[in-house]
């Protein structure tokens, strides 16, 4: 049976498990809502398995859609990228968070306002998607300010435009506030840190309204574009794909080829607990192993037995036992342990065990 961590499945004593699926992701979900960075590529490059993960799951009668909080590339640049690199999709496939702060603001402004925008073309097409008309500078008197993630080679005097807006009262948007973005050379500023630097130029007593992920506006835009009745999220990060399946009251993977690494994964909140685990989208193909309760606090997986002892999460394993189950192990430990707080037993000779 699919379960959700925090809302189904517990122990004896009431505490949220991983969940567990008899069959295989992509039979168990009729939609992947797949994040893109960290997840299918990284730094224009598909990650290690993504490929042909993908392409088994599509075949197999899943639907994949693609879930971006990246506002700098259109749907149409985004699935030429994904059909180059071997993911065969078409615009219709992906959902970006410049679609989504478009839509807030259309249903916040009058028809054909004016639109300052601080990102990339994405931003811009799903504007004028919306009857809305994009301006480059505070003086044209927008009716609103929208910020995205535009690229390494964003001019520093967008940020000034923006505040300049901003500091007369211009209601202000942003398509999201990751503070990082994976890439091929590793984990560079994102779309909330050109946030923050336009929130201190205008005096950090304001804050923008947000769409992307983790956020409703969000959800509803890809409930609306894809149609899902049985939706996955797949992502990596916890604060935002995860978060956001948590809020949308969906059931949720996390891959650990993007930013969010094993410890980080025990040591987390309930909204940020997935409901299942996998190295990469391989997970997708494979049903998901049972997480077991014991008594005396320990939790099984596989060969693997975990628990909480001394202030520390203490690991076995029987001969020739799967990683990933002593993950889901220790996830079940440490996320019982906690119950609705944050686990502060130390994993660090459990995790060496594991090779993290």
Known sequence: MTVRIGQGRQDGGGRALPGSSAVPLSAAYDTALLDLDGVVYAG???????????GV????????????????????????HLTELGVPAVAGDVVTSAQAVARLIADEVPPGSRVLVIGGEGLRVALRERGLVPVESADF???????????????????????????????????????????ARGIGPGNGAAVEVVRIAAGGRVEPKVAGKPLPPMHRETVLRTGAERPLVVGDRLDTDIEGAFNGGVDSLLVFTGVTDVAQLLRAAPEHRPTY?????????????????????????????????????????AAGADVMDGVRALCGAAWSAAGDGVCGADAGKALASLGW
Do not use: K
């Not at 224009?44 to 993908?54: F, H, K, M, S, T």
């Not at 799951?57 to 899943?62: L, S």
């Open 44 to 54: 224009g490059e598909a990650i290690p398995y993504a490929v042909e993960a993908l």
């Open 141 to 183: 008197e927008p009716a609103a300010v929208v910020q995205g993630y535009g690229g390494p080679d964003l001019p520093w005097g967008r940020f000034a435009e923006a505040a300049y807006a901003v500091q007369r009262g211009v209601p202000w948007y942003a398509s999201n506030t990751d503070l990082t973005i994976p890439g």
């Open 57 to 80: 799951a599509r075949t197999g009668g899943m639907h994949l859609a693609y879930v971006t909080n990246n506002a700098l590339r259109t749907p149409e640049e985004v699935a030429t």
């Open 277 to 317: 685990v996998a190295a990469d989208l391989r997970g997708l193909l494979v049903a998901q192993p049972e997480v077991v309760a014991e008594a005396g606090g320990v939790v099984a997986c596989g060969g693997w037995r975990a628990s909480v002892s001394g202030g520390e999460l203490v690991l076995e394993a």
